[in-house]
């Protein structure tokens, strides 16, 4: 007898969790709201607090409505409890959002809550309202299944206004859907809603399931289309043979009016040397062509976005050297779109370059340079006989999943040996210059005094010049304009003229 009395009073009580009626004391809007019976989507307000109510007039009995509340910062659904506002007291209906109601009086309050224990916060959440029997007929890319196919530099302008949400693991905003086929080649296709009128979202799938697995791309707020903005934009790999699905819809429960332009571009392949254990080997004083253009991110999480450069994503490439004495110059180039070709160098103690385990760590880095150009600067204390890493990457970048502009492009790197020794010249005359190109400053060494050095602009005019006497000299070439140069470097009275670059 006891045990039955207990299990009903557990069926009562979970009854009534089940079905609560919430009655809250605080009214927000602090005005009457007069309902648009016009069958689309009205706001109540935009941050009704979980735990108040409003009250809305002028239903239409005998017709239907939908009533609903989601939280701002991530969509999520709320409960609602409709009261006759005759009386306050009488619950009309109740229940998870959005909620269903056939209008039975004409003015209510609809009490606000995170759930059915009728909770309560001060968070931001979405209040609104739809006369579903007055509800235009959804467009006919409502559903994915109606996805209006779309072709390269194409725009379209529609409105959400009316439609409906897909759900999933989309935004609880409605959405309308549209579709891409491949070409048959490898493309990038880029997605826009940057001239759209609302707070917008995108997202990309491979099939209509809606799941996390399936989407390529998502995309909220992007200053592609301008500073600060809340208008959507991506790009992402099409394989040339799948058919993929846009989903347009807004932020949280925002709805509107939105243009869609997708374009498409050919698909850059990555470098050879994407990856850490691809690196090239570089010759020592020879240049080296390289592209960030295509190239992914090589890092292993947050303990590698470089010691210089906290950007979370790089366009990076991968180079190593053996070190044949203890200095070196290193020199990147820019020399195609592209406005940056960074470098990273790591001290790995190893003499073999296939020891290397890639874990590109920060406490490996010897140097770190993001100029955002080309760079220049020497390496001192290096181990002979000692591979060297070197990273080079475009900064400001991101992956082709994300919002933003790609800035990769192609460059050279070369790493020069700065150090002399008496075997490695023929004579007491011989010399060194690093580096080249040159940013600021070239340092020229010899064995012998360096008599005069005398610096000559393509039009043969002397432009600067200046006499040592001295083993190693500094040369201050900041106040040169960027453009090639000749040198000529007098030592026992001998004369050599050499070609350098002036960034």
């Not at 809340?230 to 790009?235: D, H, I, K, L, N």
């Not at 295509?294 to 790089?314: V, W």
């Not at 008599?451 to 602009?457: E, G, L, R, T, Y």
Request: proline letters at 3%; one cysteine or more; charged letters at 15%.
């Amino acid at each position: 007898m006891r045990k039955i009395t207990f299990l009903i009073i557990v069926m009562i009580t979970f009854t009534w969790q089940f079905n609560a009626q919430c009655l809250n004391a605080e009214l927000y809007p602090t005005t009457d709201v007069t309902i648009n019976n016009d069958g689309f989507v009205h706001e109540v307000a935009t941050c009704n607090y979980s735990g108040e109510y409003s009250n809305l007039l002028g239903f239409t009995v005998g017709e239907d409505y939908e009533i609903a509340i989601t939280l701002n910062n991530d969509g999520s659904h709320g409960y609602v409890t409709v009261i006759d506002a005759a009386d306050g007291t009488t619950v009309l209906a109740n229940g998870v959002s959005p909620l269903n109601w056939t209008a039975t009086v004409s003015n209510v309050e609809v009490h606000w809550n995170n759930d059915n224990t009728c909770g309560e916060d001060t968070d931001c959440h979405t209040t609104s309202y739809t006369n579903l029997t007055n509800a235009p007929e959804p467009a006919p890319n409502d559903e994915c299944s109606g996805a209006i196919a779309l072709i390269c530099d194409e725009t379209v302008t529609g409105s959400t206004l009316g439609a409906t949400d897909s759900g999933g693991n989309s935004n609880a905003a409605d959405d309308l859907w549209y579709s891409y086929t491949g070409s048959g080649n490898i493309e990038d296709i880029t997605v826009s809603l940057c001239n759209s009128d609302y707070d917008t979202a995108i997202r990309v799938y491979t099939d209509c399931s809606l799941t996390a697995g399936a989407q390529v791309l998502f995309n909220d707020d992007s200053d592609t289309c301008e500073m600060n903005s809340v208008q959507s934009y991506g790009t992402f790999t099409s394989d040339g043979a799948t058919t993929y699905y846009i989903l347009v819809e807004g932020y949280g429960a925002a709805i509107g009016d939105f243009e869609l332009t997708l374009t498409c571009s050919e698909s850059v392949p990555a470098p050879p040397n994407d990856l850490c254990s691809n690196a090239i080997e570089l010759v020592l004083n020879t240049p080296t062509s390289g592209t960030t253009a295509g190239a992914t991110d090589n890092s292993t999480g947050n303990i590698d976005d470089t010691t210089c450069d906290s950007f979370s994503f790089k366009s990076d490439v991968w180079y190593y050297f053996t070190a044949t004495d203890t200095d070196v110059s290193i020199v990147t180039t820019i020399t195609g779109s592209s406005d940056q070709a960074n470098v990273a160098v790591y001290d790995v103690n190893i003499t073999n370059p296939a020891d290397y385990a890639c874990t590109q760590l920060d406490n490996d880095s010897i140097a770190c340079e993001e100029g955002n150009g080309g760079e220049s600067f020497n390496l001192t204390g290096l181990v002979e006989d000692n591979v060297y890493f070197i990273r080079v990457w475009s900064d400001g970048v991101a992956p082709r999943t994300s919002s933003e502009a790609r800035t990769e492009g192609t460059f050279t790197i070369q790493v020069n040996d700065a150090t002399l020794s008496t075997n490695e010249f023929e004579s007491a005359d011989a010399f060194a210059y690093y580096p080249n190109p040159v940013k600021n400053e070239m340092t020229v060494k010899s064995q012998s005094n360096i008599q005069n050095i005398s610096v000559f602009n393509m039009l043969g005019q002397e432009v600067l010049r200046t006499t040592p006497n001295t083993l190693e000299t500094v040369i201050n070439m900041n106040q040169l304009q960027t453009g090639a140069y000749f040198v000529k470097v007098s030592i026992n009275d001998l004369i050599e003229t050499i070609r350098i670059i002036k960034q």
